[in-house]
């Protein structure tokens, strides 16, 4: 298994740009061959201190591999969401990867 989880920070000038990042991802991202779990969503408010509040959105992503995520980055939907959505909604980005 091979997960890839990204936090994105929107931009706050856009309206609602952490829902348009969720559409984007589900249009995007989850057709995506090779997916074996997909969930994207926006914040979840917390009231334990220890959990980060500071982003917007983020996506979870399981593969049965790190070749099948390496083939997903390259993927032309992966790279439209990219050009399409990631670009002009997102201000920061962490990516976490880890098998």
């Given at each position: 298994m091979f997960s890839h989880v990204v936090i994105f920070w929107t931009d706050p000038a856009i309206p609602d740009a952490a829902g348009k990042m969720v559409a984007g991802a589900n249009t995007y991202l989850k057709p995506i061959p090779g997916v074996k779990f997909f969930h994207v969503g926006k914040m979840s408010?917390?009231?334990?201190?220890?959990?980060?509040?500071?982003?917007?959105?983020?996506?979870?992503?399981?593969?049965?591999?790190?070749?099948?995520?390496?083939e997903y980055q390259t993927h032309p939907l992966h790279?439209?969401?990219?050009?399409?959505?990631?670009?002009?909604?997102?201000?920061k980005v962490v990516v976490y990867d880890f098998e």
């Open positions: 408010g917390s009231h334990r201190p220890v959990v980060d509040q500071s982003y917007q959105a983020a996506l979870n992503v399981v593969f049965e591999s790190k070749q099948a995520q390496d790279l439209e969401f990219v050009e399409k959505v990631f670009k002009p909604l997102c201000r």
